[in-house]
Nanobody, 115 residues
Framework: QVRLVESGGGLVQAGGSLRLSCAAS????????MGWYRQAPGKQRELVAD???????NYADSVKGRFTISRDNAKNTVYLQMNSLKPEDTAAYYC?????????WGQGTQVTVSS
């Protein structure tokens, strides 16, 4: 089992910045993928960005150039730096951890961007 603890999020004005963190603990193997998804009311959960333990990174088109994902493998922690936030970025953001076919989710943290 893997446990994910998220921090960050909150209320920010458009154009502002926020940073999310997610720490994984438990049975963690060297090869894994950590990332962030988001879900707005009435919409499906969508990928924001993810990164492999080998350093590969993937971003949704809607956040390219504004968000940066990074990870500290020694701490099993992934970060999401969100800049130039827009009202359409408002959503619940969920940390995701995948290894050996298993999928784990954090409890979610709310990001609200006011116009």
């Amino acid at each position: 089992q893997v446990r994910l603890v998220e921090s960050g999020g909150g209320l920010v004005q458009a154009g502002g910045s926020l940073r999310l963190s997610c720490a994984a603990s438990g049975s963690i193997f060297r090869l894994n993928v950590m990332g962030w998804y988001r879900q707005a009311p009435g919409k499906q959960r969508e990928l924001v960005a993810d990164t492999t333990s080998g350093g590969s990174i993937n971003y949704a088109d809607s956040v390219k150039g504004r968000f940066t994902i990074s990870r500290d493998n020694a701490k099993n922690t992934v970060y999401l730096q969100m800049n130039s936030l827009k009202p359409e970025d408002t959503a619940a953001y969920y940390c995701n951890f995948r290894q050996w076919g298993n999928n784990y989710w954090g409890q979610g943290t709310q990001v609200t961007v006011s116009s």
